[in-house]
């Protein structure tokens, strides 16, 4: 009797065990599946005909403090254009002109190298940093031709930025940080050859030109931040407006 109550034990103990699975039934099980990769976003397509200028006045530097990251980011850049200004930080060239009133001269070595760089990358947009000594808040000069892309940068940028309401330039004047010369002004320029850099591109090459202004007052960091933004935003709308081929 006490055989059979412990062959009944030992078959219930073998029956309570969980038994494997056999090998052809492991098999049948699917795996579960991996998710998908997901597709990266296409990169932007950018203009690259943008060319942006730096140093033109030796005590507005920020522009030059950040050309090398504007290089980095993939836009066409010379500067400082007036390396002796950079260097003393001093407003005009080292023989006393201003090289901002001498693109139509012949006799002005710096302004011929910003030329020839020029001849060498033709602009579809030419973006000059400036900083104004003076100024109370951001603008913008926009040379010709008669679109409105002064106007589309800075309503891109008014969340972060207050733009001067009423910009003033020479004796033009603008509203809500843009500042347009009139055809008289342009005209002006021309007969008394006094080009700024700005004018002589946009008359030189069809392109539109915008010189950036900033508060000089304003810390380096934020001048330097505003400049970047400028280029960003303007490359952005531009390659939007006019889509590379």
């Known amino acids: ?128 940093l400036h900083e104004d000594p003076d100024g109370t808040g951001p603008y913008l000069i926009q040379n010709g031709p008669e679109d409105d892309l002064g106007r589309r940068i800075i309503d891109a940028l008014k969340a972060e930025y207050d733009f001067d309401p009423a910009p003033q330039w020479s004796l033009v004047k603008g509203e809500d940080g843009l500042i347009k010369p009139t055809r008289p002004m342009l005209g002006f320029q021309k007969i008394t050859r006094v080009y700024s850099l700005g004018y002589y591109a946009w008359l030189t090459y069809g392109c539109t030109a915008i010189t950036v202004e900033c508060p000089g007052t304003w810390p380096e960091e934020k001048r330097k931040k505003y400049q970047l933004r400028v280029c960003e935003e303007a490359r952005r709308i531009f390659s939007e407006l006019h889509p590379p081929e």
């Open 1 to 128: 009797m006490r055989t059979v109550l412990s062959l009944s034990l030992c078959l219930l103990a073998a029956c309570s065990q969980p038994q494997p699975v056999a090998d052809n039934q492991a098999a049948n099980v699917a795996p579960e599946p991996k998710p998908e990769p997901r597709p990266e976003p296409p990169k932007p397509k950018y203009r690259t005909d943008i060319v942006i200028t730096t140093g033109v006045h030796g005590n507005e530097p920020s522009g030059y403090l950040v050309q090398d990251q504007l290089i980095e980011m993939g836009f066409t850049v010379f500067g400082p254009c007036n390396p002796w200004g950079i260097q003393n930080n001093n407003r005009h060239l080292q023989d006393g002109r201003d090289l901002n009133r001498c693109f139509a001269l012949d006799d002005c070595p710096e302004a011929e190298a910003v030329r020839e760089f020029l001849r060498n990358n033709k602009p579809g947009l030419l973006l000059d």
